[in-house]
């Protein structure tokens, strides 16, 4: 059984950063991508970043230059700093996660979500 768990979320000024925090945990062999994705009330669920293994990063335009997605492998966490916050960054965040388990192929997993909340 594989979870992620997602932290860092909250309340934050206009202008502000906020660090998130994906841990994935369980009957890990190899993580292939992890990635974050956002939804706001109302809204379908918008993917911002992903970090492939041995391949790099890639962002949405919405946030690209204000966000940076990071990834440590020992602890099976993937990060995302986001900076000059604004209020329509208000949203669920959730992470998403490429995982080999033992005996399986490759399957996707979702945390939980994380409320950021962007004050004007």
């Known amino acids: 059984q594989v979870q992620l768990v997602e932290s860092g979320g909250g309340l934050v000024q206009a202008g502000g950063s906020q660090r998130l925090s994906c841990a994935a945990s369980?009957?890990?062999?190899?993580?292939?991508?992890m990635a974050w994705y956002r939804q706001a009330p109302g809204k379908q669920r918008e993917f911002l970043a992903r970090?492939?293994?041995?391949?790099?990063?890639n962002y949405s335009d919405s946030v690209k230059g204000r966000f940076t997605i990071s990834r440590d492998n020992a602890k099976n966490t993937v990060y995302l700093q986001m900076n000059n916050l604004k209020p329509a960054d208000t949203a669920v965040y959730y992470c998403?996660?490429?995982?080999?388990?033992?005996?399986?192929?490759?399957?996707?997993?979702w945390g939980q979500g994380t409320q950021v909340t962007v004050s004007s």
């Open positions: 998403r996660a490429v995982i080999s388990t033992r005996g399986l192929p490759n399957a996707i997993y």
């Open positions: 970090i492939i293994s041995g391949a790099g990063t």
């Open positions: 369980g009957s890990i062999l190899s993580i292939s991508s």
